[in-house]
């Protein structure tokens, strides 16, 4: 079974070749950044790429984009991204390039060589695999979080989606502009949208009326 890495750190690079090497893989190519993986996938065939989300130079995720943009080139092609942390949007956005031959996993679950070595193996085969994790906190995702706004709150939230401002919103819903800022900040709260500017925070909001 041939097998592409993608990994920026050349300690844990080697440590995965040497560990599928030994276990009965090809390590074809190892690859540090996006450029050098979409090189390597032009080169050779392969079964699988396992691929670190957090690469140079922003280190966000665009191991993640490298893995998505390698499906797309070639459909079905199974991918085992992991990263150090649990990145729900990431996870969620490579299920949703397809499901079949995909696997999520946190690095700490690579040191545990059977269980790693079996999820190769079982993405290569066209399995899902997800850490346990990041399920659980994908789940938790899943319920709508609009469900946590109060009546005014969602009422607060559909002006904004039309355009109002806070002025705007206190004379439509013929409240205070002070208890306007009240509902927008618990809006943001419970909608769990990052610090930002506050312009940014309202359109994220919308977005999230809109369900996208």
Known sequence: M??????????LAEGLGLLLSNSGF??????ADADGFAQAMTEHEVDIAVVDVRLPPTFTDEGLRAA?????IRPGLPVLVFS?????????ELLAAGSEGV???????????????????RVAAGGTVLDPEVVSQLMVKKSNPLDRLTPREREVLAL???GL????????LVISEGAVHKHVGNVFLKLDLPPSDSGHRRVLAVLA????
């Open 165 to 172: 401002g806070n002025t705007e919103i206190g004379a439509k």
């Open 209 to 212: 009326y809109l369900g996208l």
């Open 103 to 121: 696997g999520y996993l946190l690095k700490d679950r690579v040191s545990r060589v059977d269980e790693f070595l079996e999820a190769v193996r």
């Open 160 to 162: 904004m989606a039309e």
């Open 2 to 11: 041939r097998v592409i890495i993608l990994e920026d750190n050349p300690i």
């Open 84 to 92: 150090q942390y649990v990145e729900e949007i990431y996870a969620a």
């Open 26 to 31: 090809e390590v074809a190519a190892v690859a």
């Open 68 to 72: 998505i943009e390698a499906r797309r």
